[in-house]
């Protein structure tokens, strides 16, 4: 069976500093992958999706970059967090158009 | 771009009361999809509808797909108080990218025991 994996699962981090999220999945292959970031006000945000290795879609223009370096793998990153860029940030596979599954999700807190 | 309204955005009830909730979208979907979250956690997939029309059960909640595939229903009976959390909907469209979902803003659940 399929499986997708975070981490780290909660993050303090101060203004400026880097951020480096990841997410694998486990048990498919050439999965499409997707980053969410969730606010207190509870709407899914969708940040990033990716179809392929290398292949990287972005949904909202921000301080935050998306890579995909192997098949089941992609990493959220920024190079100086702000303090708006709090929140959970979620993690989700398909296969192609198939149904998506949720990550368990980390929760970033920058202060 | 796309839109999903879903309502109620909260709902408190009694234990053992039956619960109904709906999104409705803008365009024509393909799939529609509903989820819930716990806190802290990350959304989870209840029930997933293909087809115009279709009824689905998962224990004791029920999805249906609506004719116009412009709208969903999620119905839960005999609420128990681990019901609790954020409910989404989430709709694939026909036309385009097939590869992403747009949600609804979820539903709030509070159960009292």
Known sequence: ?111 | GQQLNQSPQSMFIQEGEDVSMNCTSSSIFNTWLWYKQDPGEGPVLLIALYKAGELTSNGRLTAQFGITRKDSFLNISASIPSDVGIYFCAGRNSGGSNYKLTFGKGTLLTVNP
């Open chain 1, 1 to 111: 069976s399929q499986t997708i994996h975070q981490w780290p699962a909660t993050l303090v981090q101060p203004v400026g500093s880097p951020l480096s999220l990841e997410c694998t999945v486990e048990g498919t292959s050439n999965p499409n992958l997707y980053w969410y970031r969730q606010a207190a006000g509870r709407g899914l945000q969708l940040l990033f999706y990716s179809v392929g290795i290398g292949q990287i879609s972005s949904e909202v223009p921000q301080n935050l970059s998306a890579s995909r370096p192997q098949d089941r793998q992609f990493i959220l990153s920024s190079k100086k967090l702000l303090l708006s860029d709090s929140g959970f940030y979620l993690c989700a596979w398909t296969r192609g158009a198939d149904t998506q599954y949720f990550g368990p999700g980390t929760r970033l807190t920058v202060l």
